[in-house]
């Protein structure tokens, strides 16, 4: 491991700023590749809504903890609502685009925010050392959910409702409607479904 350190003795490691940035230019191609209606959009918005979640999911536990980020919440479900929106959305479907329009409308100015406000008033606060190590929480938080949002069916434990994966979990609570899903795990959506159907 030590091999691809420079010899400066200084660990390889991002800072939560640049990480953070960096998913926010992601998602904007994203959007991009949608709105001029390019590839599959189903696939796109598939990765879209995985990373958007990934991604809120690891700045709500690991970076907006320590700062005052109450606003930012708010804002990440009110993307959340329009992105399962999307997904249920037909491509091509006056729909699709109007929902489409929407989503990049909130997240835009969601970004902005965080952005102009939030990230420079943490890169205030916190030391380059910290920097890192948020960074390092928030990478481990952001992979640990996009695994669970597509892990193949073959690999799911034993004993977990008919083998389906959180993200097939994840589409049945949107279609019923299970408050809270996104916060969920699939363990916790499979027990919600349970509920709902009972
Ligand atoms: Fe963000
Ligand atoms: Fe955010």
Do not use: C, N, W
Not at 36 to 65: F, M, N, Q
């Amino acid at each position: 491991m030590d091999a691809t350190h420079s010899g400066s003795g200084a660990p390889m490691a991002t800072d939560v700023i640049t990480l953070i940035t960096s998913d926010h230019r992601t998602v904007e191609s994203l959007f991009e590749r949608l709105k001029k209606e390019k590839g599959d959009p189903k696939a796109t918005v598939a990765e879209l809504h995985a990373l958007l979640i990934a991604h809120a999911r690891a700045e709500e536990d690991r970076v907006y903890p320590g700062i005052d980020a109450h606003h930012s919440v708010e804002e990440h479900k009110e993307a959340e609502v329009l992105l399962d929106a999307l997904v249920r959305a037909q491509p091509g479907t006056t729909e699709f685009r109007k929902t489409l329009k929407e989503l990049i409308t909130a997240v835009t100015h969601h970004v902005e925010e965080e952005e102009t406000k939030i990230l420079p008033a943490l890169a205030k606060s916190a030391g380059e050392k910290r920097l890192k190590e948020l960074g390092k929480a928030f990478k481990e938080r952001r992979a640990e959910e996009l695994k669970a949002l597509s892990v193949p069916k073959q690999t799911s434990p034993a004993g977990s409702r008919e083998g389906a994966t959180k993200a097939e979990l994840y589409e049945k609570a949107q279609k019923a409607d299970i408050p809270g899903r996104s916060q969920m795990g699939k363990k916790e959506l499979a027990e919600a479904l349970r509920h709902a159907k009972s």
